[in-house]
């Protein structure tokens, strides 16, 4: 990541690559180094579209293997949203790689992360227990 940073005498720091006054800079680079580093630190601890998967049926109550199975059954559906969310959220992942495994489109994927996201926000739910 290169960062230009001025002199004193010739105005505030910033970045180059982001349009905006220094303490908005500051802000998103330091919300994209927070992601980086919780993205790395569940990678540490195991986390993987597999364990994801897991943890998403546990949460829905259906087996692991139903969750990437097509369908449009609700539960299903809600499975693969969460699961679309938490793995391009907070792995990183890309759609392309999360419908892959899934077997959807990445415009699919896009939409189902979108359902994710209301729905965790919606029921409370965490990644981890």
Known sequence: MRIFVQDQDS????????????????????????????????????????????????????????VVVAGKQPDRVRARSVLAYWAIRELGLTATEVGKYLGLSKSAVSRAATRGQKLIIDQSLSLKE
Do not use: C
């Open 11 to 66: 105005g505030p720091e910033g970045d180059e690559r982001i349009l905006g006054d220094s303490d908005f800079v500051e802000k998103v680079l330091s919300q994209a180094s927070e992601q980086m580093e919780r993205r790395y630190r569940l990678k540490a601890e195991g986390w993987t579209l597999t364990k994801i998967t897991e943890r998403v049926a546990e949460i829905f109550g259906i087996e692991k293997d139903q």
